[in-house]
């Protein structure tokens, strides 16, 4: 059968591994000992016909997995303050994740448009406008990530993002699954959240350079109504890039993503990489083989 690919994220001190048909957190209690949650995945969104159509399941799994994202957050942020109680209604995640998205857009695509409009009179042609703002889009998501990459806590979060690279690394190697055997491994992965970052950046480009540059509110809407359509074609690339990364070609051209890692990962010590190993250990198949599923951002 066709490889599975696992995936997660990195949390407030510790790891969310997405496996065939549940996910797990891993996060380590201010007294050192690991706190776990593991929940099913909605098999009608992870197994159901839906991870098969291209592009629409692009905008649904995105969706999905911010919303695991949040949950494995939420998870962390109790565990790390001493308190495991509480936790968000499925409404609340909902406008938590839609708040998130929506932050997104104005941060990414609107500011980078704003600043744009202010100095496109000295742009000629619509292709040199885009391009302008593509770099401008491309010049804040790095600004964004150095800035937060400041914040210690954040810097933690970004050891067990290269603690969650390393495991699966180590994983699809075939290697055993010890602190020993993955902190061998790279802490860059073609499948990283990061470097889907990179790709929306350029497919937006080309997206809205078919669009040319019209009226100002035009302008405006197509960079919302289109997110959708540019985070789908981005999630298809994605699935290229995991499925073809042995070809050399390939890995050239996923050379910048790998490298824009260097942002988000830090080398982990011991105790990350035992939580992003018990995390994936908790979702390995015990009884039934791999199938081919979409794949997770890493």
């Known amino acids: 059968m066709s490889k599975f690919y696992y995936g997660g994220q990195a949390v407030l001190e510790g790891v969310m ?36 159509i291209p592009f629409l399941r692009g905008a ?9 994202g ?3 957050m939420g998870f962390s942020a109790r565990v790390v303050a001493d308190d495991e109680a509480e936790e968000k209604s499925s409404g609340g995640m909902a406008a938590t994740v839609a708040l998130s998205l929506l932050l997104s857009v104005v941060l990414f695509f609107l500011l980078p448009h704003g600043i744009t409009s ?21 010049s804040v998501v790095i600004l964004y990530i150095v800035a937060i990459g400041r914040v210690s806590d954040i810097r933690r979060v970004f050891g067990y993002h290269g603690a969650e690279h390393k495991t699966i690394n180590a994983y ?27 790709t929306v950046v350029l497919v937006s480009v080309l997206v809205f350079a078919l669009a040319g540059w019209p009226a100002l509110w035009l302008r405006l809407l197509s960079r919302v109504v289109l997110v959708p359509v540019i985070a789908a074609v981005s999630y298809e690339l994605l699935r290229l890039g995991a499925r073809f990364y042995h070809v050399p070609f390939v890995r050239v051209l996923l050379a910048p993503s790998l490298a824009l890692q260097g942002l988000t990962t830090r080398e982990p010590d011991e105790s990350m990489l035992e939580a992003a190993i018990t995390a994936l250990k908790a979702v390995l198949p015990a009884r039934v083989p791999d199938v081919e599923q979409a794949p997770e951002l890493v």
């Open 17 to 52: 591994m997405r496996g065939r048909d549940r996910m797990a957190v891993a996060v380590r209690r201010p007294d050192g000992s690991l706190a776990m949650l593991e929940e099913p995945l909605n098999p009608r969104i992870f197994a159901g016909p839906v991870t098969r």
């Open 60 to 68: 649904v799994m995105i969706w999905e997995m911010l919303s695991l």
């Open 172 to 198: 699809e190697a075939g290697a055993e699954l010890t602190t020993e055997e993955v902190a061998r491994h790279s802490t860059r992965h073609p499948r990283c959240g990061t470097g889907f970052l990179l």
């Open 70 to 72: 949040v949950k494995a």
């Open 118 to 138: 202010l100095v496109d009179r000295w742009l000629p042609g619509s292709i040199l406008k885009n391009l302008f703002e593509g770099f401008v889009r491309l």
